[in-house]
């Protein structure tokens, strides 16, 4: 039951996710050339690409389930737990975190360029983990159409956001004391993930059990 509903929301997708894949290789390979050899940015392109690329999934998925009349009473009604159905949607998004580290990776080693640390992965998948575990609910709560231009005004705000962030002295100092306490930068970010996650996801959950199969 979870790979058919895993696969349900690929193939929701699947119109779009030649065009990610595109941008999967090719968002590395534009930010790795634009990018000087000898400044040091850890993380950055990987945040950016996995956050822009991760909330226009979700919003592909969300819209292209909104086509089908009748398809949120389905799910409902299938026989499986309503827990199940919740955890698959995060099971998706953090597959898809996945494929984008892994394309951004075989990218910089083909480049020739250096490999991420595991705390810095863990660092760009904590603001993806932020993004996502709000949206999630909140679309679970109100639906996708009155939500969907501020995923889109997410996207835009990204870049922006994450620019001037990595531009400031308080990002260069940070980021000098986590790359001196790897370790220490491993377990918090682990630790703020599973417990941000979680929290999501019981509110998430919460808030489809209050849906009826009618």
């Known amino acids: 039951m979870v790979k058919a509903l895993f696969m349900k929301d690929v193939r929701l997708t699947k119109k779009n996710l030649p065009v990610m894949i595109v941008f999967i290789i090719g968002m590395p390979v534009f930010l790795n ?8 940015v850890g993380a950055v392109p990987l945040l950016i690409m996995v956050n822009i690329l991760g909330i226009i999934l979700y919003g592909n998925i969300c819209m292209e389930e909104e086509k089908y009349p009748g398809g949120e009473i389905a799910l409902l009604c299938a026989p ?3 827990k199940i159905l919740v955890a698959v949607r995060y099971l998706v998004m953090s597959a898809f975190f996945l494929l984008c580290t892994t394309g951004y990776e075989v990218v910089a080693l083909i480049m020739g360029r250096k490999l991420l640390y595991i705390w810095q992965i863990l660092q760009a ?6 993004l996502i575990g709000i949206f999630i609910p909140i679309v679970y ?3 996708v159409i009155r939500v969907q231009y501020i995923l889109s005004g997410t996207v835009v ?7 001037m962030f990595t531009n400031s002295e308080f990002f260069t100092s940070m980021t000098e004391i986590l790359n001196r306490n790897r370790n220490l930068a ?3 970010f682990c630790g703020f993930c ?10 998430s959950l919460k808030i489809y059990e209050k849906k009826e199969c009618s």
């Open 33 to 40: 050339l634009k990018v000087n050899r000898g400044l040091e």
């Open 80 to 82: 499986c737990s309503k």
């Open 125 to 130: 998948m904590s603001v993806y983990i932020i």
């Open 141 to 143: 709560k109100v639906g």
């Open 157 to 163: 705000l990204m870049g922006f956001a994450v620019s």
């Open 186 to 188: 491993v377990v918090c």
């Open 194 to 203: 599973i417990v941000f996650t979680a929290v999501s996801y019981i509110i």
